[in-house]
């Protein structure tokens, strides 16, 4: 991430790109950012789960901060974790189409972040 640090522009986009790989990473409990994009990249084989994991992530992490949860906990990924999973295996393992699937996410995101 030091890459990114060296540019004013990115340095606003690391942290949210911090915490979606920290979410990853938590997965097989890590707190490996490279080992979190490698995660991220695999997730997308079933391309329609890898989608519904970034929501699932995005809303959980969205609905954390907006409820007042602790930021270096946030940016641990230990709030995005759920989101992740949850949306992976919403899509995985159900037969909805794309719009009930995101709504369903979105529903459960906010009560996961609870």
Known sequence: MKILSMYP?????????DTFLSCYSQIFFSDNRPFGLLILIASFMHPIAGFNGLLGCLFTNIFAYIFG??????????????????????????????????????????????
């Open 9 to 17: 522009r990115c340095k606003r986009i690391s942290p949210f790109l």
């Open 69 to 114: 949860y602790n930021r270096t906990e946030l940016k641990a990924g230990l709030y995005g974790l759920n989101g992740v999973l949850f949306g992976m295996a919403v899509s995985y393992y159900s037969n909805l189409n794309w719009v009930r699937a995101v709504c369903f996410i979105l529903l459960f995101s906010m009560l996961l972040a609870i």
